[in-house]
């Protein structure tokens, strides 16, 4: 009876919740506002990390938020080195759980407590997500998203579910809008990868922490609710690049033995398609910015945002020239190529 009453006594775990904010003074304000209808039982402290905002943002913080610990980068260290910053500083304080919270996202009240009790009753579990949602249309956005090894494809759980087909069997990688990281896991794998920036290194945590012997899970109890790409916008050409780039990375990264010549041709093809997609659609900045992210990617340049490269006109030119053709010939798609053109207008001139 004793140890019964002990365990029930026991303390909740220790969550720190850090926030990234870089000139997103009203985001972060609406996010702190919905934190402190939190109903964890636990200790909780919030920890604002900027990144070199240039808005007014930490006085007002400072001023409106006495509770919260702000921590100020003084120069933009993107997503990841900002938030490893947080990270850091929660582990050096005690944490039990360290939850990453995109500062563009409102949280249901009873979210916290349910991720946390799920954490808690299965030891192997290292990173958790809650339900994504977006508020505008009241409807699910993000539950999870499975990487099909097979295939090497990463298929999205919601839209496999929207069609009624099974999902494949592979790892379950979460996105970084709101991840609950368990001490254990972020002691075993470090810190998010800084060649990211920012962009897919949430897929890449996932998988290094599942590598490294522990579970992912989403929780389906636990809601947040997130307006996407605050930060630079769905038709940035700077977000475009960094998701090309960063795919590229992630394949890179995790294929290991099968990242062979062949599956390197089929990453640069898949690129080129998209450059072209946007390039037809009239979006030339953003086919460039798709382009770049290629030329940086194959010449192994990845990290802080402000050293991007740009491709040679002269290898541009040639790329775009005849995009369907490079496209066919990294696949490996010879007969496509020969029938294509093989019915050109040279044959008909006799050529």
Same mark, same amino acid.
């Given at each position: 009876?004793?140890? %019964?009453?002990?365990?029930?006594?026991?303390?909740?775990?220790?969550?720190?919740?850090?926030?990234?904010?870089?000139?997103?003074?009203?985001?972060?304000?609406?996010?702190?506002?919905?934190?402190?209808?939190?109903?964890?039982?636990?200790?909780?402290?919030?920890?604002?990390?900027?990144?070199?905002? =240039?808005?007014?943002?930490?006085?007002?913080?400072? +001023?409106?938020?006495?509770?919260?610990?702000?921590?100020?980068?003084?120069?933009?260290?993107?997503?990841?080195?900002?938030?490893?910053?947080?990270?850091?500083?929660?582990?050096?304080?005690?944490?039990?759980?360290? &939850?990453? @919270?995109?500062?563009?996202?409102?949280?249901?009240?009873? +979210?916290?407590?349910?991720?946390?009790?799920?954490?808690?009753?299965?030891?192997?579990?290292?990173?958790?997500?809650?339900?994504?949602?977006?508020?505008?249309?009241?409807?699910?956005?993000?539950?999870?998203?499975?990487?099909?090894?097979?295939?090497?494809?990463?298929?999205?759980?919601?839209?496999?579910?929207?069609?009624?087909?099974?999902?494949?069997?592979?790892?379950?990688?979460?996105?970084?809008? /709101?991840?609950?990281?368990? %001490?254990?896991?972020?002691?075993?794998?470090?810190?998010?990868?800084?060649?990211?920036?920012?962009?897919?290194?949430?897929?890449?945590? +996932?998988?290094?922490?599942?590598?490294?012997?522990?579970?992912?899970?989403?929780?389906?109890?636990?809601?947040?609710?997130?307006?996407?790409?605050?930060?630079?916008?769905? !038709?940035?050409?700077? #977000?475009?690049?960094?998701?090309?780039?960063?795919?590229?990375?992630?394949?890179?990264?995790?294929?290991?033995?099968?990242?062979? &010549?062949?599956?390197?041709?089929? #990453?640069?093809?898949?690129?080129?398609?998209?450059?072209?997609?946007?390039?037809?659609?009239?979006? =030339?900045?953003?086919?460039?910015?798709?382009?770049?992210? !290629?030329?940086?990617?194959?010449?192994?340049?990845?990290?802080?945002?402000?050293?991007?490269?740009?491709?040679?006109? @002269?290898?541009?030119?040639? @790329?775009?020239?005849?995009?369907?053709?490079?496209? %066919?010939?990294? =696949?490996?798609? &010879?007969?496509?190529?020969?029938?294509?053109?093989? +019915?050109?207008?040279?044959?008909? #001139? /006799? %050529?």
């Amino acid at each position: 009876m004793r140890n %019964r009453s002990a365990a029930m006594a026991a303390p909740e775990p220790r969550v720190f919740i850090v926030v990234l904010n870089w000139n997103g003074l009203a985001d972060t304000m609406q996010c702190l506002d919905s934190l402190g209808r939190l109903k964890y039982r636990g200790e909780l402290r919030t920890v604002v990390v900027d990144n070199g905002s =240039q808005d007014g943002s930490t006085a007002i913080l400072r +001023s409106r938020y006495p509770g919260i610990t702000l921590i100020e980068n003084g120069r933009n260290l993107g997503y990841t080195g900002g938030n490893n910053v947080g990270l850091r500083f929660a582990l050096a304080n005690g944490a039990d759980y360290v &939850w990453l @919270l995109n500062n563009d996202t409102t949280v249901d009240p009873e +979210s916290l407590s349910s991720l946390v009790a799920a954490a808690e009753a299965t030891k192997q579990v290292g990173l958790l997500s809650p339900e994504v949602w977006n508020p505008s249309s009241g409807e699910v956005q993000w539950v999870g998203t499975v990487l099909d090894v097979g295939r090497r494809r990463l298929v999205d759980v919601l839209e496999t579910e929207k069609r009624g087909v099974s999902l494949p069997e592979g790892p379950l990688l979460l996105w970084g809008t /709101g991840i609950l990281i368990k %001490r254990i896991a972020a002691e075993a794998v470090g810190d998010l990868d800084d060649r990211y920036f920012a962009y897919v290194e949430d897929f890449d945590y +996932s998988l290094r922490i599942i590598k490294a012997g522990m579970e992912t899970r989403v929780v389906r109890e636990a809601r947040i609710f997130h307006r996407a790409s605050r930060s630079l916008g769905e !038709l940035s050409p700077s #977000r475009h690049y960094l998701m090309v780039r960063n795919r590229y990375l992630f394949w890179k990264s995790h294929l290991g033995r099968d990242w062979t &010549w062949r599956e390197m041709g089929r #990453r640069i093809a898949e690129i080129l398609g998209e450059a072209e997609e946007w390039e037809r659609g009239h979006r =030339q900045e953003i086919s460039g910015a798709c382009l770049d992210a !290629l030329w940086d990617a194959v010449r192994g340049h990845f990290g802080d945002m402000t050293r991007k490269g740009r491709m040679p006109w @002269l290898v541009r030119r040639v @790329l775009m020239w005849r995009p369907y053709l490079w496209i %066919r010939l990294l =696949q490996g798609r &010879w007969a496509e190529i020969l029938i294509r053109f093989g +019915s050109g207008p040279w044959k008909k #001139r /006799g %050529r």
